[in-house]
């Protein structure tokens, strides 16, 4: 059982919608990072959320940090194909913080 | 080169043998870490060294073996490989234990 969930899986959209993605689970964390991952290469961390409620923004991509600070969520709006790629959530858990990445959520963006 | 190296980038040997993925970064972190990603399990740490002499296990630690003699190299070795270490292998560093990780790009291993 992972410690953090993501759903989708696997997301197939046209250029120009727009898609959320979540990152959930029973824990709390005292922060969370989210990564993207393209083919051959290590994960590039997109941003990090440490407060409960927090929202960020980067270019097109929104990213909430749920108020319990258990689950989080990416929103990209009008996607292109560059967007393409495995998104990867990351939290910082326990008295050691260890950092527990969940499976990822492979989009694809189609022209 | 300024950043983080994995060496070789892919590697093929068979039950029973031993190998050393290489890790190498340049920016004195004190954090390293060995990841190994499967489908459907996202990464799982393997093990992670808080500075040169200082190891401890991750969630996957069995079959494994880590050293940190100096703060730019983190070596893993497995012992006695076996069919299911066949993954692809990350190694990653960081300045604090929760500061942003830098990826290497990885050592796709195969064990026949």
């Known amino acids: 059982t992972q410690l953090l969930e993501q759903s989708p899986q696997f997301l197939s959209i046209q250029e120009g919608e727009n898609l959320t993605v979540y990152c959930n689970s029973s824990?709390?964390?005292?922060?969370l990072q989210w990564y993207r991952q393209e083919p051959g290469e290590g994960p590039v961390l997109l941003v990090t959320?440490?407060?409960?409620?927090e929202v960020k923004k980067l270019k097109r991509l929104t990213f909430q940090f749920g108020d319990a600070r258990k689950d989080s969520s990416l929103h990209i709006t009008a996607a292109q194909p560059g967007d393409t790629g495995l998104y990867l959530c990351?939290?910082?858990?326990?008295?050691?913080?260890?950092?527990?990445f969940g499976a990822g959520t492979r989009l694809t963006v189609k022209p | 080169d300024a950043g983080i190296t994995q060496s070789p980038r892919y590697k093929i040997t068979e039950t029973g043998r031993q190998v050393t993925l290489m890790c190498h970064q340049t920016?004195?972190?004190?954090?390293m870490f060995w990841y190994r990603q499967d489908l459907g399990h996202g990464l799982r740490l393997i093990y992670y060294?808080?500075?040169?002499?200082?190891?401890d296990k991750g969630e996957v630690p069995d079959g494994y073996v880590v050293s940190r003699s100096k703060t730019e190299n983190f070596p893993l070795t497995l012992e006695s490989a076996t069919r299911s270490q066949t993954s692809v292998y990350f190694c990653?560093?960081?300045?604090?234990?929760?500061?942003?990780?830098?990826f290497g790009p990885g050592t796709r291993l195969t064990v026949l």
């Open positions: 990351a939290g910082a858990w326990g008295n050691n913080n260890d950092m527990r």
């Open positions: 060294s808080a500075a040169a002499d200082i190891t």
């Open positions: 959320v440490v407060t409960g409620g």
């Open positions: 824990s709390v964390f005292s922060s």
């Open positions: 990653a560093s960081t300045r604090r234990r929760t500061d942003t990780q830098y």
């Open positions: 920016w004195s972190h004190s954090y």
